[in-house]
Nanobody, 117 residues
Framework: QVQLVESGGGLVQAGGSLRLSCAAS????????MGWYRQAPGKQRELVAS???????HYADSMKGRFTISRDNAKNTVYLQMNSLKPEDTAVYYC???????????WGQGTQVIVSS
């Protein structure tokens, strides 16, 4: 089992920045790719960004240039630096980790981000 705990969400004005963190614990050797997803009210959960163990990154088009995902394998932590935030970035942000050995995806409990206009 892998446990993921997010932190760093909150309320910020448009144009501001936030840095989300996701700390993994438990069977950390079962973690391959990690990523951030978000879900706004009334909308489906969507990919924000992902990062492999080798630190190759992928971003959703609307986040490119504004968000940066990074990973510290020694600390079993993945980060999401969010700059130039917009009201439409308001959502619950979830950390995810894919299992090395199975098709399972582990999820954190989510952290709320609210961007005011």
């Amino acid at each position: 089992q892998v446990q993921l705990v997010e932190s760093g969400g909150g309320l910020v004005q448009a144009g501001g920045s936030l840095r989300l963190s996701c700390a993994a614990s438990g069977n950390i050797f079962d973690i391959a790719d990690m990523g951030w997803y978000r879900q706004a009210p009334g909308k489906q959960r969507e990919l924000v960004a992902s990062i492999t163990r080798g630190e190759f990154t992928h971003y959703a088009d609307s986040m490119k240039g504004r968000f940066t995902i990074s990973r510290d394998n020694a600390k079993n932590t993945v980060y999401l630096q969010m700059n130039s935030l917009k009201p439409e970035d308001t959502a619950v942000y979830y950390c995810a980790a894919d299992s090395v050995y199975t098709t399972r995806r582990y999820w954190g409990q989510g952290t709320q981000v609210i961007v005011s206009s």
